[in-house]
């Protein structure tokens, strides 16, 4: 096929099946407007840019701020469904639908339905502008938190020796990789008395899943990656889950705003595997935090004509390739070029390099791409 451009590493600029009826029709009254026109309330007499109201629904989404208010789903329906108790009213049996993918509820209960804009007005019992100011609110305190709790564990790396000797065993050895992803480490035992010393509340931290309904750091010897509007830690020790999130969702695509400008991105489905990559000189690397994209990672791959390499694990159960070619195909039809990369049978972008690879020969791997 010849060889592609991506051989040239770069750097970045900067260090049906169920009914659709309910969710056609809940919107908030002045939502669902195909009209380029603002989001107006309070009989015209205020009104916000849509774009703006588009953007604080994606920093704040759905799923994440009913989990923060103590919603928790009963059971999975289909295509990113859940069904559990309505907040909204006494509800005894499971009624009340989340679409994680459109981002919107309905209760076949209580008959009401809407985005997160709706479900603030309606649970606080408020009027829309004031649902507005409540979710700035708290959007602004949970990303305060947040990037609070990443400076603080990204001062706490610097201070375990175990923390380097896990990234060093997992490939990560340059301070530049480290400082550029913010990666830190959570020892466990110091981040609550740390927030709580910055004016911030136990209750703050217990909604933003900092800390356990019991009053623990709910990150203990896990190496962290800050993400969009999340935290992404990797535990040290086999006997703890490995991976853990935040409630709420993982974000977009990672460091997507640096790594669109190319015409050609890899993706690879972890952070270690984008944190090797990156040391190896592949900036033009993004990650999707998992083999299943959400809505809004596969439209920012999508937005504007690129070639994807699909780098995804070589499982020996064949679920990262199977997920690879899915995606594809999704790709393809939506007229984005997507080759899948084939890695060595049992490896995945991390292990690869990690086991002796080197850049020459990824890039010969990406040049034999399908």
């Not at 051989?7 to 002045?30: G, I, Q």
């Not at 010897?221 to 709420?248: D, K």
């Not at 991390?350 to 086991?355: K, L, R």
């Amino acid at each position: 096929m010849g060889t592609p451009s991506i051989a040239h590493r770069v750097l970045l600029d900067e260090c049906r099946n169920h009914r659709h009826t309910p969710f056609t029709s809940a919107y908030h009254r002045c939502l669902g407007s195909q009209r380029g026109l603002p989001y107006s309330a309070v009989r015209g007499k205020k009104s916000v840019n849509r774009q703006a109201l588009d953007e604080l629904k994606q920093q704040i989404p759905l799923m994440g701020y009913l989990q923060a208010h103590d919603w928790s789903p009963a059971r999975p329906l289909s295509r990113g469904r859940w069904m559990g108790l309505c907040p909204l009213h006494e509800d005894h049996k499971p009624s009340f639908v989340v679409d994680t993918n459109k981002d919107l509820f309905y209760c076949y209960g209580c008959g009401r339905g809407g985005d997160v804009i709706r479900f603030a007005e309606l649970y606080h019992q408020v009027q829309f502008w004031e649902a507005l100011a409540l979710l700035l609110q708290w959007r602004g305190v949970e990303h305060s938190l947040l990037h609070e709790a990443a400076r603080f564990y990204h001062i706490q790396l610097h201070r375990h020796g175990e923390a380097f000797a896990y990234l060093y065993q997992r490939g990560v050895r340059s301070s530049a990789t480290i400082e550029l992803m913010r990666i830190g480490y959570a020892p466990g035992g110091c981040l609550r008395g740390w927030l709580m010393q910055l004016g911030h509340s136990l209750p703050a931290l217990r909604q933003a899943g900092l800390v356990t309904g019991v009053g623990y750091d709910a990150y203990v010897r896990r190496i962290v990656f800050p993400l969009e509007g999340n935290l992404y830690g990797r535990s040290l020790s086999a006997a703890a889950p490995s991976h853990r999130f935040l409630p709420g969702a993982k974000g977009g695509l990672y460091a997507w705003a640096q790594v669109r400008q190319y015409p050609e991105v890899i993706l690879v489905e972890g952070l270690f595997d984008c944190a090797v990559l990156w040391e190896a000189g592949f900036y033009n690397v993004t990650c999707s935090l998992g083999t299943h994209l959400n809505a809004r990672q596969f439209r920012q791959l999508c937005d504007a004509p690129r070639t994807v390499y699909l780098a995804f694990d070589s499982d020996g159960n064949g679920s990262g390739q199977q997920a690879a070619h899915g995606l594809e195909r999704s790709l393809r039809e939506r007229g984005i070029t997507a080759r899948l990369v084939s890695l060595p049978e049992g490896h995945d972008p991390n292990s690869f390099f990690v086991q002796g690879g080197d850049a020459r020969q990824f890039q010969s791997l990406l040049e034999l791409a399908q």
